[in-house]
């Protein structure tokens, strides 16, 4: 078992910056990869940005490439989204998640954290 804690939602004004951390415990973190996801209110929810932890590879969704920018801290165990120039439709409820696989697939990620408020204002 993995348990994600994610942190530092919050509400900031367009073009401001927010960062994210994904605090993970349990089983070995490094064996997976984590991901990134958001869901705004009535959409689904969808992928945002993923690092894998045994080849270091990042992804990011087109709508955040450029402005967003994941990493890892392995000694802490955390993964971090820092986002840049935010909008308005950046707002949504961030979920942090693992997987045992290299993968961008939501239905592939096995544990999920609780989720945190990002709300941009215009």
């Known amino acids: 078992q993995v348990q994600l804690v994610e942190s530092g939602g919050g509400l900031v004004q367009a073009g401001g910056s927010l960062r994210l951390s994904c605090a993970a415990s349990?089983?070995?973190?490094?064996?997976?990869?984590t991901g990134w996801f958001r869901q705004a209110p009535g959409k689904e929810r969808e992928f945002v940005s993923a690092i894998g932890w045994r080849t270091s590879n990042t992804y990011y969704a087109d709508s955040v490439k450029g402005r967003f920018t994941i990493s890892r801290d392995n000694a802490k165990n955390t993964v971090y989204l820092q986002m840049n120039s935010l909008k308005p439709e950046d707002t949504a409820v961030y979920y942090c998640?693992?997987?045992?696989?290299?993968?961008?697939?939501?239905?592939?990620?096995?544990?999920w954290g609780q989720g945190t408020q990002v709300t941009v204002s215009s």
């Open positions: 998640a693992a997987s045992a696989r290299e993968t961008l697939i939501i239905a592939q990620y096995d544990y």
């Open positions: 349990g089983r070995t973190f490094s064996m997976y990869v």
